[in-house]
């Protein structure tokens, strides 16, 4: 299984970024997908999940309304649009997936990327 992130950056309060993923060595149109946040001195926290068909989706409160989830079956990509953001949006962004294996859970994730907002 490999994810890889891109599309991160610096951006200005306000502007806008698109976060991509790109999912490989897994039957990707079977399971959910997920975008996590970490910063400084905090754990990785969940901002937006995606279910398998695209057609459900949920956000920490925080960004609803701002950012949206959404998802390629076609192309194995999951994406997250981030609009109107604010400094508090600055951190690491992680795209997760996970299932329950004939061996337990398993949980993946990508390497991360790095989101700045500067006020």
């Known amino acids: 299984v490999q994810l890889v992130e891109s599309g991160g950056g610096l951006v200005q309060a306000g502007e806008s970024l698109k976060l991509s993923c790109a999912a490989s060595?897994?039957?990707?149109?079977?399971?959910?997908m997920a975008w996590y946040r970490q910063t400084p001195g905090s754990e990785r926290a969940w901002v937006a999940v995606?279910?398998?068909?695209?057609?459900?989706?949920d956000y920490k409160d925080s960004v609803k309304g701002r950012f949206t989830i959404s998802r390629d079956n076609g192309k194995n990509m999951v994406y997250l649009q981030m609009n109107n953001l604010k400094p508090d949006d600055t951190g690491v962004y992680y795209c997760?997936?996970?299932?329950?294996?004939?061996?337990?859970?398993?949980?993946?994730w990508g390497q991360g990327i790095q989101v700045t907002v500067s006020s």
């Open positions: 995606i279910n398998s068909n695209g057609r459900v989706t």
């Open positions: 997760q997936t996970a299932w329950s294996g004939d061996g337990g859970p398993e949980e993946y």
């Open positions: 060595g897994f039957t990707f149109r079977k399971y959910g």
